[in-house]
């Protein structure tokens, strides 16, 4: 599968997010060319702060590897990671992530551009458009 058909899966888990009234950010992990964990943002439903898409698809990972590194898997994430998402990622050893939005405001790109792990590719921009209107979409309706 591409770049794009994986988006397309992080986007799914994205519209469940939205649809259970959570902030849109959808997330699979790719292991070997299988999709190896799919989550979203859990904030609301967990009362937890820190149960981000990210975060929850490197726990459901690392259990599927029974590993906590995951040097051989690629993150698809809807919206670029924040601070807190990029320090675990780090930790995780994950070889690419890839992301569809930037996010000015909390990503990590802006606030701590060096949180990844030195050897981890970054793609950033896949299906870009369609996953900031899901996020103005659900910040619209909220408003």
């Given at each position: 599968?591409?770049d ?28 070997r ?5 799919r ?5 609301e ?14 726990t ?6 029974g ?49 990844l ?17 899901l ?5 619209q309706?909220?408003?």
């Amino acid at each position: 599968m591409t770049d794009q058909e994986y988006m397309q899966k992080a986007l799914i888990e994205a519209k469940q997010a939205f649809e259970e009234g959570e902030v849109p950010v959808g997330a699979v992990i790719v292991c070997r060319d299988r999709i190896i964990a799919r989550a979203h943002n859990l904030t609301e439903r967990l009362t937890d702060v820190t149960a981000h898409a990210e975060m929850q698809a490197i726990t459901a990972a690392a259990n599927a590897l029974g590993g906590k590194y995951l040097t051989d898997c690629t993150l698809y994430v809807t919206v670029e990671p924040c601070v807190m998402c990029a320090g675990a990622l780090a930790w995780a050893q994950l070889s690419r992530i890839v992301y569809g939005a930037s996010d000015p405001k909390r990503g990590f790109s802006v606030f701590a551009p060096n949180a990844l792990h030195p050897r981890t590719e970054v793609t950033e921009g896949v299906l870009a458009e369609e996953c900031a209107n899901l996020m103005k979409d659900f910040f619209q309706r909220r408003r």
